[in-house]
């Protein structure tokens, strides 16, 4: 009994959270854009949920000046709003993917910390976004990183989402793990699509192409279900360690590998916008961006930066507070 109140409660806080943070938004929007669609104000909003992982605070604008531009950010910052102080409950992947798909902190969920491959991930009695959404109307999709779930009951497919392609957990979790690759070795990253497996061993060669596989996911996702609400989540796997980027970035920052990246999320973002408005439903979608946790330190120009004390595994501001 115990348990099923608490899951009730659960339920119910997770709603008052979504909804309020949905309300926030649509009031928040202030004038209107110079976007020509025009919307029913009785359609529901998209939702696009850009989620970044390690991403630092200061690793965009404009949170701060960076060596390299990001364009696409600083424009959505301009045209919506920004919100400066953005907390999550815990600052690694798992726990904080778990808090924002489910309403409730870590201690409510059960999911701490970052789990491994194989694991079951988030309980499924606790109902994510993606279900909540789906049950009221909306078309939804994942494209990126998971990392709530490696069981099949917890994957995405089986967790609310329409359409899913990509990892479930983090891609550091291979025969490539910088400290311990015999260990992460035993465990071949499997690249998932529809609920099957469609590269059952990725490579370093794959990795460099996720950010650009995730970006072409979303624009096509848009360009078939625009007619609809939809829910679009996007949890690039970048910048987590190792990092990876496409030919097309390659050096085009100037300022080593992290500036690459962060170029190509820019440019990921600016696809996505550009679908939305070739689609005509730009001013009627709804697109958050931010990211899991703080950047992690210790990799020292492979990680991002931040105005704050310490970084990713700490409760410190460097570590929950995110863009």
């Keep these: 009994m115990i348990k099923t109140v608490r899951q009730v409660v659960d339920n119910v806080l997770h709603f008052v959270i979504l909804l309020s943070i949905i309300i926030t938004l649509i009031a928040g929007c202030g004038e209107s854009s110079d976007q020509s669609s025009e ?12 989620f970044l992982d390690d991403a630092g605070y200061a690793d965009f604008t404009p949170f701060a000046e960076t060596r390299y531009r990001t364009p696409n950010v600083q424009t959505l910052a301009e045209e919506g709003r920004t919100f400066m102080n953005f907390y999550v409950p815990q600052a690694i992947c798992s726990a904080s993917r778990a808090a924002l798909m489910t309403g409730t902190y870590p201690e409510r969920n059960g999911l701490f ?17 993606g279900e909540m ?3 009221n109307g909306y078309t939804t999709g994942f494209f990126g990183k998971w990392h709530l779930g490696d069981q099949d009951e917890t994957r995405p497919h089986n967790r609310g989402f329409d359409e899913t392609a990509g990892i479930m957990y983090s891609n ?8 311990n690759p015999e260990y992460w070795g035993q465990y071949p990253m499997h690249y998932w699509k ?14 460099t192409q996720f950010t650009t596989w995730f970006t072409e996911e979303s624009v096509d996702f848009i360009n078939r279900n625009s007619g609809d609400p939809f829910f679009l989540y996007v949890p690039h796997p970048q910048p987590h360690v190792p990092l990876f980027v496409s030919n097309k970035f390659t050096g085009k920052s100037g300022t080593g590998l992290y500036g690459d990246v962060m170029m190509e999320i820019d440019w990921s973002v600016r696809e996505i916008v550009k679908a939305l408005e070739e689609n005509g439903v730009r001013d009627n979608t709804m697109i958050l961006f931010s990211s899991d946790n703080g950047p992690w330190l210790s990799y020292a120009n492979h990680s991002g930066q931040t105005h704050f ?7 410190f501001d460097g570590g929950i507070r995110s863009p």
């Design 113 to 129: 910390n970052a789990h491994p491959p194989k694991a079951l991930g988030l309980n499924p009695d606790f109902m994510t976004m």
């Design 39 to 50: 919307v029913s104000s009785e359609s529901p909003p998209n939702i696009v949920l850009i």
């Design 172 to 179: 550091d979790m291979w025969a490539g793990h910088p400290e």
């Design 194 to 207: 529809n609920g099957e497996i469609e590269i059952d061993s990725v490579t370093a060669e794959h990795q």
């Design 133 to 135: 959404l789906k049950e």
């Design 309 to 315: 004390r310490e970084g990713k595994g700490t409760s």
